[in-house]
């Protein structure tokens, strides 16, 4: 039994650990803040497999726990500022080409992650979920446990207050990978 769960456990981990990672880097910008918050969301994964009734996707069922754990983070560092700038290397690597455009590609993708990381939580989520992890509406909203219209009016207003927070020329294309 014991070597079973412990079998169950590790294929999950390796099939789920770097989306899982990515969501968490995405939500709590430090690659420390991350790898903690991951951890986290394993343990309780162990904790709670046996319950686990397999009424939705075991990827669903993960990204509930990290949304959940993503939460209790987020109400505990309320009033910290959570960018900390040095996982953006690790997220966006860096281009081939022109230096400058690099460079300005760059101060844009700093800006987009500002504006996204100024969302509301539950609008900074659904971005998360639809426009960077690209999970399905369906997907999204059964992580999330809303409706899907409820995705899609969260996503249009994140996009609408992502517009109005980005103040360069180039703003429709910085956030119209994420309208999809």
Same mark, same amino acid.
């Given at each position: 039994?014991?070597?079973?769960?412990?079998?169950?456990?590790? #294929?999950?981990?390796?099939?789920?650990? @770097? *989306?899982?990672?990515?969501?968490?880097?995405?939500?709590?910008?430090?690659?420390?803040?991350? !790898?903690?918050?991951?951890?986290?969301?394993? $343990?309780?994964?162990?904790?709670?497999?046996?319950?686990?009734?397999?009424?939705?996707? +075991?990827?669903?069922?993960?990204?509930?726990?990290? =949304?959940? #754990?993503? +939460?209790?983070?987020?109400? =505990?560092?309320?009033?910290?500022? %959570? %960018?900390?700038? *040095?996982?953006?290397?690790?997220? +966006?690597?860096?281009?081939?080409?022109?230096?400058?455009?690099?460079?300005?590609?760059?101060?844009?993708?700093?800006? $987009?992650?500002?504006?996204?990381? /100024? $969302?509301?939580?539950?609008?900074? +989520? &659904? &971005?998360?979920?639809? /426009?960077?992890?690209?999970?399905? &509406?369906? !997907? #999204?909203? !059964?992580?999330?446990?809303?409706?899907?219209?409820?995705?899609?009016?969260?996503?249009?207003?994140?996009?609408?207050?992502? @517009?109005?927070? $980005?103040?360069?020329?180039?703003?429709?294309?910085?956030?119209?990978?994420?309208? =999809?």
């Amino acid at each position: 039994m014991y070597e079973e769960m412990k079998h169950q456990v590790m #294929t999950i981990y390796e099939r789920h650990y @770097h *989306d899982v990672y990515q969501f968490l880097l995405y939500f709590a910008g430090s690659q420390n803040d991350a !790898e903690d918050l991951t951890q986290e969301v394993f $343990l309780r994964v162990i904790r709670s497999l046996e319950r686990f009734e397999e009424r939705s996707e +075991m990827k669903t069922w993960l990204f509930a726990i990290a =949304k959940h #754990t993503a +939460m209790n983070y987020y109400r =505990k560092r309320k009033w910290q500022k %959570l %960018l900390s700038g *040095d996982w953006l290397s690790v997220v +966006m690597p860096a281009s081939e080409g022109n230096p400058a455009q690099e460079a300005e590609s760059r101060e844009d993708e700093q800006e $987009l992650i500002a504006a996204i990381k /100024g $969302l509301p939580p539950h609008y900074r +989520m &659904v &971005v998360i979920l639809r /426009g960077i992890k690209e999970y399905s &509406v369906k !997907e #999204t909203a !059964e992580i999330l446990g809303c409706s899907e219209s409820n995705v899609k009016t969260t996503m249009h207003r994140a996009l609408k207050l992502l @517009h109005g927070q $980005l103040s360069h020329t180039k703003k429709g294309e910085l956030y119209s990978g994420l309208a =999809k």
